[in-house]
């Protein structure tokens, strides 16, 4: 489990909302936890409504009604991030989804024969946090990656919790029986971590 917070230091939102005038009733994500917020496809804030489309994420301009438009289209690259779901909080949006890493390891087999191991396939989990006190120019705070597929995730507060699973590829241990390639690794674009490997200790197994 790891989690990321929506306000990387030196980002903390300044306002409740990306906008004052906004509906006074409106809908939100339902919730199993009082005070706990799940991801979901559709995130609003009685004035803006985000939503995933189409693998991209699209912001309406939803009040007054009868002014409803789209001001803003923050678009991917399907074959480099598929979105899942967003969390908002104040003037902080989060995306947060999954992608494909290639990777390509060498390493020694059971009876000790050296070998290379082909190239292997893995899901990775992805964060984008912006910054949409003006959610017509969005503009992106901060990305964090890390090794694992994406199965949940929570708020709460400023904090969002991620829940990652990844299988340990136990077949490229190194003949000296190292554990450095089985660790999941993460990067993070606001304190410059790239391929940083976690520790054991980072890590929790739910059975």
């Known amino acids: 489990m790891m989690k990321d917070s929506l306000v990387p230091s030196g980002f903390e939102s300044t306002s409740s909302g990306s906008n004052n005038t906004a509906a006074s009733n409106y809908s939100q994500t339902n919730i199993q936890v009082a005070g706990v917020d799940e991801g979901d496809t559709v995130k609003n804030d009685g004035k803006y409504i985000y939503l995933l489309e189409n693998g991209d994420v699209k912001i309406v301009e939803a009040y ?10 923050i678009e991917y690259d399907s074959n480099e991030f598929a979105p899942t779901e967003l969390y908002l909080s104040g003037d ?9 890493s290639n990777s390509s390891k060498g390493g020694i087999a ?13 899901y990775r989990t992805r964060v984008d946090v912006y910054d949409v006190s003006n959610p017509t120019v969005p503009s992106l705070l901060r990305t964090s990656t890390f090794d694992g597929n994406l199965l949940s995730s929570r708020r709460i507060e400023n904090r969002v919790y991620i829940v990652a699973q990844m299988s340990a590829p136990y077949w490229i241990l ?9 660790l999941p690794r993460y990067d993070d674009s606001v304190s410059g971590v790239s391929d940083k490997m976690a520790t054991c200790a980072d890590i929790r197994f739910f059975p």
């Open 92 to 100: 902080r949006l989060a995306v947060i989804g999954r992608f494909y």
């Open 64 to 73: 007054p009604p009868s002014e409803m438009k789209v001001v803003k289209t």
């Open 174 to 182: 190194d003949a000296d029986g190292s554990t450095e390639d089985m």
């Open 110 to 122: 059971s009876d000790a024969t050296p070998q290379r191991i082909a190239s292997y396939t893995m």
